[in-house]
């Protein structure tokens, strides 16, 4: 979360995108895997960089450890891979283990943030300026991989974030792969296309997920190698190359795109809570919808998804005028 401030642990407010990691506690050695060490050209803050790709605290595919470490699961086009990422002397160091990992370090600088200028952004409004100031180490991530986004947006789509990362959390520990090399704990690498559509249909009722999301991810993987091919395109036109699949919208392909390509400009519509948030912390409008947001939004144009994760990393939030939407697991129906 942003600063001293604790927003509400809505799902747009935890896509601020944000995890703590630690000091310095001492670790146990590791059994060496290829290494690459890279120098940011500006100040990075791991923490911020990479949170969005965590699916709620307990995802099987990412961990922080004690002693300052970033622990990532994938399933890159070269196989399954970990990595880890610390800081190390004045730079980054990633560690790398499994068939994948290669293709992790080369892609190793994008996903901090290396392909991101946050110097071409320029801040409008005080309250933008002043988290900027505090949370100088703010560059978008770029992971290169369209599906690890994809299927997890997809689930959540209209529920709460406690469902999504609970049907995440099941499906990835019961039929993904445990992760290769020392990691810390129990961690897996995300199913693979096949893997995701032999999932049985009483599986996803167990894991909460309804038959319209999972229909929609059952249709994603059968066409999983052009998705990802949408990886090498520009984020408008890999948006529209998702969009075709029945079941992925706007707020879908903008959420997969933020994180997949780091891109700056690609705000979500269509958010439950967005809209209000960013109408009330650069508009005093608390009733704000996604015209008002994106009306708020305009002068930072070409980079207005950064601009709305510093919205929600300043914390500024509206009070709640109604309760919280009520959890539904149809695991138990």
């Given at each position: 979360?942003?600063?001293?401030?604790t927003?509400?642990?809505?799902?747009?407010?935890?896509?601020?995108?944000?995890?703590?990691?630690?000091?310095?506690?001492?670790?146990?050695?590791?059994?060496?895997?290829?290494?690459r060490?890279?120098?940011p050209?500006?100040?990075?803050?791991?923490?911020?960089?990479?949170?969005?790709?965590?699916?709620?605290?307990?995802?099987?595919?990412?961990?922080?450890?004690?002693?300052?470490?970033?622990?990532?699961?994938?399933?890159?086009?070269?196989?399954?891979?970990t990595?880890?990422?610390r800081?190390?002397?004045?730079?980054?160091?990633?560690?790398?283990?499994?068939?994948?990992?290669e293709?992790?370090?080369?892609?190793?600088?994008?996903?901090?943030?290396?392909?991101?200028?946050?110097?071409?952004?320029v801040?409008?409004?005080?309250?933008v300026?002043?988290?900027r100031?505090?949370?100088?180490g703010?560059?978008?991530?770029?992971s290169?991989?369209?599906?690890?986004?994809?299927?997890?947006?997809?689930?959540?789509?209209?529920?709460?974030?406690?469902?999504?990362?609970r049907?995440?959390?099941?499906?990835?520990?019961?039929?993904?792969?445990?992760?290769?090399g020392p990691?810390?704990?129990?961690?897996?690498?995300?199913?693979?296309p096949?893997?995701?559509?032999?999932?049985?249909s009483?599986?996803?009722?167990?894991?909460?997920?309804?038959?319209?999301?999972?229909?929609?991810?059952?249709?994603?993987?059968?066409?999983?190698?052009?998705?990802?091919?949408?990886a090498?395109?520009e984020?408008?036109?890999?948006?529209?190359?998702?969009?075709?699949?029945?079941?992925?919208?706007?707020?879908?392909?903008?959420?997969?795109?933020?994180?997949?390509?780091?891109?700056?400009?690609?705000?979500?519509?269509?958010?439950?809570?967005?809209?209000?948030?960013?109408?009330?912390?650069?508009g005093?409008?608390r009733?704000?919808?996604?015209?008002?947001?994106?009306?708020?939004?305009?002068?930072y144009?070409?980079?207005?998804?950064?601009?709305?994760?510093?919205?929600?990393?300043?914390?500024?939030?509206?009070?709640?005028?109604?309760?919280?939407?009520?959890?539904?697991?149809?695991?138990?129906?």
């Open positions: 979360m942003a600063g001293r401030f927003p509400r642990p809505t799902r747009t407010t935890v896509r601020g995108g944000h995890v703590a990691v630690g000091g310095s506690v001492p670790r146990q050695a590791a059994k060496p895997g290829r290494v060490d890279w120098v050209d500006g100040p990075l803050d791991l923490g911020l960089v990479l949170g969005p790709l965590r699916r709620g605290p307990g995802d099987p595919t990412f961990r922080t450890t004690p002693d300052g470490s970033v622990w990532r699961t994938a399933l890159t086009p070269a196989g399954p891979g990595l880890r990422v800081a190390a002397g004045g730079g980054v160091r990633g560690e790398a283990w499994g068939p994948g990992a293709w992790l370090l080369e892609r190793f600088p994008e996903l901090l943030g290396a392909a991101d200028d946050p110097s071409a952004f801040p409008r409004h005080r309250l300026a002043l988290t100031h505090r949370r100088p703010l560059r978008l991530t770029r290169g991989l369209v599906l690890e986004s994809l299927i997890p947006s997809i689930l959540e789509q209209k529920v709460t974030t406690d469902e999504a990362y049907a995440w959390r099941l499906l990835v520990r019961k039929f993904g792969e445990p992760a290769p990691v810390p704990g129990p961690m897996y690498v995300m199913p693979g096949r893997k995701w559509a032999l999932i049985p009483w599986e996803w009722h167990r894991a909460g997920v309804d038959n319209k999301r999972a229909s929609t991810i059952l249709r994603a993987v059968r066409v999983a190698g052009r998705l990802e091919e949408a090498g395109m984020p408008g036109a890999a948006r529209a190359r998702l969009e075709v699949v029945p079941g992925v919208g706007p707020w879908t392909s903008a959420e997969t795109v933020q994180r997949s390509h780091g891109a700056a400009d690609e705000v979500t519509v269509g958010d439950l809570h967005l809209p209000r948030i960013v109408g009330w912390a650069l005093g409008d009733d704000a919808d996604d015209s008002v947001m994106l009306s708020l939004l305009e002068p144009a070409g980079q207005r998804h950064r601009a709305a994760r510093l919205v929600l990393l300043s914390g500024r939030v509206p009070g709640r005028r109604a309760p919280k939407m009520p959890r539904w697991d149809i695991g138990e129906l």
